[in-house]
């Protein structure tokens, strides 16, 4: 799958019969979506009604991305009969929002973890998708400081996380919907502020 170019929202291709020239499968239009969090969802995830099927978090908005900006939550069918239209589960906003930019779930898929590029600087948004056709907004996480967020994703208990110029930073968030930070590696020593410099990915 392809996100971003334009007006284009979340494009799919095949690459089974030739890989040097993808097959346009189709697209999900519904809006610009910046960036994709695509899984198989897995056997033991809580809910049960979407266990095998292709789920997408999607970060996403009109306008490329800076108009009603959030995260869409969407079933794109089987992995051998993919629906590239998808259908839309869940539609998430937070209050304050600037760019929805990416987000990555937990190890037991029970929240999915959002940053925002261009506004509540050094915060992620922690979205409960315990029942994807209703997720919502828990607590918004923060870290000291006026960095922007980037890139962001979780492995064994941990929220690695791009933060520009204050590098990266690690988080256990192994405790639901609340994380504590525990370790950083500033790659930018220069200064802290919320410029665009710095360690975009982890």
């Known amino acids: 799958a392809r996100c971003g170019g334009g007006s284009n929202g979340l494009r799919w291709y095949s690459t089974a019969s030739n890989p040097d020239n993808p097959t346009f499968l189709g697209a999900w239009n519904d809006r610009y979506v910046h960036d994709a969090c695509l ?15 292709v789920i997408g978090f999607l970060n996403d ?3 490329g991305g800076s108009t009603d900006t959030g995260l869409s939550i969407v079933d794109f069918g089987l992995p051998g009969a993919l ?3 998808g259908t839309l589960l869940s539609r998430v ?25 261009t ?8 979205i409960n998708i315990t ?42 968030c192994s405790n639901g919907n609340f994380m504590t930070e525990e370790a950083y ?3 930018y020593p220069e200064n802290d502020g919320a410029s665009f410099n710095g360690i975009w990915s982890v």
């Open 93 to 117: 906003t937070w209050s304050g929002a600037g760019y929805s930019h990416q987000s990555w779930h937990n190890d037991d898929f029970t929240w999915v973890i959002s940053n925002d590029e």
């Open 131 to 172: 029942d994807l056709n209703n997720a919502s907004v828990g607590i918004n996480q923060s870290i000291s400081g006026n960095a922007i967020n980037h890139n962001n994703y979780v492995k064994d208990g941990r929220l690695y996380a791009a933060n520009y110029t204050m590098g990266l930073r690690v988080l256990d």
């Open 39 to 53: 899984v198989v969802y897995p056997n033991n995830g809580p809910d049960s009604a979407y266990r095998g099927r």
């Open 185 to 187: 590696f500033d790659t």
């Open 61 to 63: 908005g009109f306008n």
């Open 83 to 85: 629906n590239p239209s």
């Open 119 to 126: 506004a509540l600087n050094n915060t992620w948004q922690m």
